[in-house]
C-alpha cells in the first residue's frame, strides 16, 4: 500500500510540549463538563456506543449522539477515537461500536453523468495510493445551545464538544476516478452521496449533495481514522471525507455516489441543514427554499475555549486560558484575540500553528484576574479577514446550524 505520510516527527512532539510548558497547560483544574446548555446537564443513559470513554456525555442513546467534555480536548495531539463526538442520523443497527467492519464484500457504485456506470469491491482501495489528512470534524449544531441566549432552537442541545481534531487516510476520488477510467461529464454539477444506513420509520434513506469542483479537488474515500480501520461508529469501512467542512457533509457507510446536474431534493438536504441568506429575527419561521437558504458546506471561523470550563470557580493567581480554533481551510487562522473588558481590548494569544489548514490551531495565554466574576472571550481572526461575530445570534436559525459567535467563558475567581 502506497502512502502519503503526515506523522509527526520527534521534533514535532517537543514543540508541542514545550508549547504547553510555556502557557502552562496543565496547570488549570477544571472540572470535565462539556461547556454549555443542556449537554453539561444531560442525564448519562446506559453506554450506546461500545469502545467509547464513559466521560463522554450521552445525548441521545440510538442513533447514537455523544459529546466530549471539552477539557478531554485540551491534550495536544489527535483526538483519540474512544473521545471523538458521535453524531449520527441513520445508523445501521450493528454500527453502535468502535471496531471496524471489513472492507471485503463492501460494494460502491458510482453512476450519472459519467462515461460509464463503475461498480467496485471496497477492498480494491487499499491497493491505490493513500492521502492523509489531518482535520476537524465538526457537527454543523455543535454550539447550538449559546443560540438559547435568545431563543432556543430546536435540535439537539450541543455544547461545545461536538467536534474533534482527526486525521482520516484513503484515496482520493480524483485518483479512483483516473485509475478507473471514468470521465466525469461536464453537465455534473453535484455528486450526491449515499449511505447504507437504517432510514427512520417514514423518512427518506439519509444523503446529501455536494458541489463537484469541491469533491473533485478535496475529497478521499476514508479507509482509516487516526491510523486504524475506520469504526463502524464513524462510517466505516468507507466514508467519504471532504476537509473542511462540516461532519453532516462526510457520508458515512458510503455505498453510491451519483454525479448530477442539479442538488437532491432529499429532505436532509432541504429543509434540513440550511440557513438563511439573509438575517431573520430570533424566533422567526422560515420556509426554505433553494433561492432563500444555503446548505451548511464550509465551517466558519470559530475559536473554542478548552479551559478553564464555564462557570469555572478559579483559585486567585495565574490562569492558563487555552483553546482551539479553525475554519474552513480556505486560509491560515493569522491571530487568536482574549479580552477581559467585554471587548474593549484585546491581546493576541500564542499560537500552536498545524500543518494542515484544515487542522485546528491550538492558542493559550496566561492571565491574572482579580477576585470577582469575570467573563473570557476570544474571537479568531484568519488571513482573509474572517471573524466572529460579537454576537452569535445574528446568524440565529431555526435549527441552530453554525454557532461561531465570540466565545464567552463566565468564571470567578474565589
Known sequence: ???????????????????????????VSATVASGSGAAAEAAQEPRPVDGKDDRLVVLKAFPAVLETPTPLLTEDGLTPVNLLFVRNNQQPKDAGTTSAPSLKDWKIELTGSLNKTLAFDAS??????????????????????????????????????????????????????????VRVKTSARYVT???????????????????????????????????????????????LVTPGVYATMNMKWLSRL????????????????????????????????YANSRFNWGMKVKSVVLAPTPHARLEQGPVQVQGVAFNDGRAEIDSVQISLDQGKTWRRTKLQRPKSPYAWTRFAMTVRLPKGKHTIWTRAVDRLGRSQPLDGSVAWNPSGYEWNGVEKIDVEVV
Open 1 to 27: 500500500m502506497n502512502s502519503e505520510s503526515q506523522q509527526p516527527t520527534s521534533v514535532d512532539v517537543d514543540k508541542r510540549r514545550v508549547f504547553l510548558k510555556q502557557v502552562g497547560a496543565g496547570a
Open 258 to 289: 451519483r454525479f448530477e446536474e442539479e442538488e437532491t431534493t432529499n429532505y436532509n438536504q432541504i429543509p434540513r441543514y440550511r440557513v438563511p441568506l439573509r438575517p431573520i429575527k430570533p424566533g422567526e419561521a422560515i420556509e426554505y427554499t
Open 124 to 181: 480494491e482501495l487499499a491497493d491505490f495510493k493513500q492521502t492523509e489528512v489531518e482535520m476537524v470534524l465538526q457537527c454543523s449544531g455543535n454550539s447550538r445551545s449559546l443560540y438559547a441566549q435568545t431563543v432556543e432552537t430546536k435540535g439537539t442541545q450541543w455544547g461545545r464538544g461536538g467536534m474533534g481534531n482527526v486525521k482520516f487516510a484513503g484515496v482520493k476520488l480524483s485518483t479512483l476516478l483516473e485509475k478507473k477510467g
Open 193 to 239: 452521496a449515499e449511505g447504507r444506513d437504517d432510514p427512520l420509520p417514514g423518512k427518506e434513506d439519509f444523503e446529501h449533495s455536494l458541489p463537484i469542483q469541491d469533491v473533485l479537488e478535496r475529497s478521499i474515500l476514508a479507509l482509516r481514522l487516526n491510523g486504524q480501520p475506520l469504526p463502524a461508529i464513524h462510517g466505516g469501512p468507507v466514508r
